[in-house]
């Protein structure tokens, strides 16, 4: 079963972030073969650090704690807060089979928090989203990109997509005309400037 990991930050953390960059590359070493995606989230400058995405195939919930709270930046108190959801893989494929252009375009995160009780909705217009990926030219800017789903599996919480495109400009005007924007499906949408992460 595929997670989506979101882990903010606690301001003022950098410098111990930092320290301990190699013992959480370490610890990450161990799930390497089971992650589609992963990520620091970083302020505009592309350098300074905010946050760190994961999304890995884990067999259970003592897995997924384990991966969330024996991770050594949320162990020394990096974090301030940990996102985690069911996740499903809409492309079928892991960041790594992207082939985009990072020196002419920014790389983003989106996270899409779902409305309560919208999974009716959310079928309805799957199909109508779908094409506007598809006829808008967004289809080959997604890195990754699926919804995020209950523990259960079974109800729909929001939409989390990494893309590639020219400025924060672009990423917000996709997400305006974007269907489940258009229906008032999201309670709450972050936009992040994201890189690849993982060892160089």
């Given at each position: 079963?595929?997670?989506f990991?979101?882990?903010?930050?606690?301001?003022?953390?950098?410098a111990?972030?930092?320290?301990?960059?190699e013992?959480h590359?370490?610890f990450?070493?161990?799930y390497?073969?089971?992650m589609?995606?992963?990520?620091?989230?970083?302020?505009?400058?592309g350098?300074t650090?905010t946050?760190s995405?994961?999304i890995?195939?884990l067999?259970?919930?003592?897995?997924?704690?384990?991966?969330?709270?024996?991770?050594?930046y949320?162990?020394?108190?990096?974090?301030a807060?940990?996102?985690?959801?069911?996740w499903?893989n809409?492309?079928?494929r892991?960041?790594?089979d992207?082939?985009?252009?990072?020196?002419?375009?920014?790389?983003?995160?989106i996270i899409?928090?779902g409305?309560?009780?919208?999974?009716?909705?959310r079928?309805?217009?799957?199909?109508?989203?779908r094409c506007y990926y598809?006829?808008?030219?967004?289809?080959d800017?997604?890195?990754?990109s699926?919804?995020?789903?209950s523990?259960?599996?079974?109800?729909w919480?929001?939409?989390?997509m990494?893309?590639?495109?020219?400025?924060?400009?672009?990423?917000?005007?996709?997400l305006?005309?974007?269907?489940?924007?258009?229906a008032g499906?999201?309670e709450?949408?972050e936009?992040?400037y994201?890189r690849?992460?993982?060892r160089?």
């Amino acid at each position: 079963m595929d997670y989506f990991f979101y882990c903010r930050d606690k301001p003022g953390t950098g410098a111990l972030r930092k320290q301990l960059v190699e013992t959480h590359w370490s610890f990450m070493d161990g799930y390497a073969s089971r992650m589609s995606a992963r990520g620091p989230t970083v302020q505009e400058d592309g350098v300074t650090q905010t946050g760190s995405m994961h999304i890995v195939d884990l067999p259970d919930a003592d897995a997924v704690r384990v991966f969330a709270y024996e991770e050594p930046y949320y162990k020394a108190g990096v974090f301030a807060e940990v996102i985690v959801r069911r996740w499903k893989n809409e492309l079928g494929r892991t960041m790594w089979d992207f082939k985009g252009q990072p020196e002419q375009n920014r790389r983003f995160l989106i996270i899409a928090h779902g409305r309560p009780g919208m999974d009716a909705e959310r079928d309805r217009l799957a199909e109508a989203r779908r094409c506007y990926y598809a006829e808008g030219g967004y289809r080959d800017r997604l890195i990754a990109s699926g919804p995020l789903l209950s523990e259960d599996g079974r109800h729909w919480l929001g939409s989390a997509m990494m893309v590639e495109l020219p400025d924060r400009a672009a990423a917000e005007a996709l997400l305006k005309d974007d269907p489940f924007t258009q229906a008032g499906l999201y309670e709450k949408v972050e936009v992040h400037y994201w890189r690849f992460g993982g060892r160089r």
